[in-house]
Protein backbone atom coordinates (compact mmCIF):
# COMPACT_ATOMS: atom_id res chain seq x y z
CA UNK A 1 0.00 0.00 0.00
CA UNK A 2 1.43 3.40 -1.16
CA UNK A 3 0.66 6.35 1.52
CA UNK A 4 2.69 9.24 -0.79
CA UNK A 5 0.71 11.32 -2.59
CA UNK A 6 0.68 10.64 -6.53
CA UNK A 7 0.06 13.10 -9.28
CA UNK A 8 0.01 12.21 -13.29
CA UNK A 9 2.79 14.62 -15.04
CA UNK A 10 1.41 15.44 -18.72
CA UNK A 11 4.72 15.92 -19.94
CA UNK A 12 6.00 12.05 -19.44
CA UNK A 13 2.45 10.43 -19.29
CA UNK A 14 3.33 8.84 -15.65
CA UNK A 15 2.41 8.42 -12.44
CA UNK A 16 4.59 10.33 -9.95
CA UNK A 17 5.14 10.65 -6.52
CA UNK A 18 5.13 14.07 -4.87
CA UNK A 19 6.76 13.35 -1.79
CA UNK A 20 10.49 12.76 -3.60
CA UNK A 21 11.93 16.52 -4.78
CA UNK A 22 12.15 17.42 -7.88
CA UNK A 23 15.44 16.40 -9.22
CA UNK A 24 14.55 13.03 -8.06
CA UNK A 25 11.83 12.83 -10.53
CA UNK A 26 13.84 14.01 -12.80
CA UNK A 27 15.94 11.53 -12.56
CA UNK A 28 13.27 8.67 -12.65
CA UNK A 29 11.55 10.30 -15.91
CA UNK A 30 11.92 11.80 -19.15
CA UNK A 31 10.87 15.66 -18.44
CA UNK A 32 12.66 18.51 -19.83
CA UNK A 33 14.41 20.06 -17.11
CA UNK A 34 12.57 23.50 -16.21
CA UNK A 35 9.40 22.63 -17.82
CA UNK A 36 7.55 20.42 -15.12
CA UNK A 37 4.02 21.23 -14.90
CA UNK A 38 4.18 19.38 -10.87
CA UNK A 39 6.73 21.25 -9.95
CA UNK A 40 5.42 23.62 -6.66
CA UNK A 41 3.66 20.06 -6.03
CA UNK A 42 6.77 18.34 -4.67
CA UNK A 43 7.62 18.11 -0.86
CA UNK A 44 10.83 15.76 -0.64
CA UNK A 45 13.75 17.12 1.47
CA UNK A 46 17.14 16.98 0.09
CA UNK A 47 19.76 15.89 1.84
CA UNK A 48 23.23 17.09 1.44
CA UNK A 49 26.31 17.52 2.86
CA UNK A 50 27.90 21.16 3.39
CA UNK A 51 31.47 22.57 4.41
CA UNK A 52 31.57 21.14 7.94
CA UNK A 53 30.92 17.57 6.56
CA UNK A 54 27.56 17.56 8.64
CA UNK A 55 24.71 16.76 6.46
CA UNK A 56 22.41 19.32 6.36
CA UNK A 57 18.49 19.42 5.59
CA UNK A 58 16.92 21.80 3.63
CA UNK A 59 13.53 22.28 1.51
CA UNK A 60 14.27 22.41 -2.14
CA UNK A 61 13.16 26.03 -3.81
CA UNK A 62 11.33 25.51 -6.66
CA UNK A 63 11.00 28.44 -9.01
CA UNK A 64 7.27 29.46 -9.25
CA UNK A 65 5.80 29.63 -13.31
Known amino acids: MIDS ?3 FCP ?3 EIVL ?3 TRAECARDHPC ?3 RCPLAGSFTGI ?3 EGAT ?3 VRR ?3 TPRS
Open 5 to 7: PLA
Open 11 to 13: VCR
Open 18 to 20: LDQ
Open 32 to 34: IEG
Open 46 to 48: EFK
Open 53 to 55: GMR
Open 59 to 61: RLA
